[in-house]
């Protein structure tokens, strides 16, 4: 949920700025990554340009799930994870 909530800040910030975040602070976190509120994933724009974005969290606990250690949404709202297929990790 916290990577959907932030690709639709990212969209939310582009409408107002003209360009989507470069970092996490464009979007009001105090350093370029952030953690989510329960402290498990850390979260940070993967990539940045004048047509897209791509937002990962990566697991703080890589032991918790070895197929599932990262996910990513991009502007398109496509996701990515691994080194386990999306299907495993984002509809369980």
Known sequence: MALLRHATAQVNHFIVHGRYATDM?????SSAVATTEGGRFNLEMESVDNTGFVIRATRVMSDADTQCQWFSVDQSHHRASGPADPDRCWFR
């Open 25 to 29: 602070t464009e979007l009001g976190y």
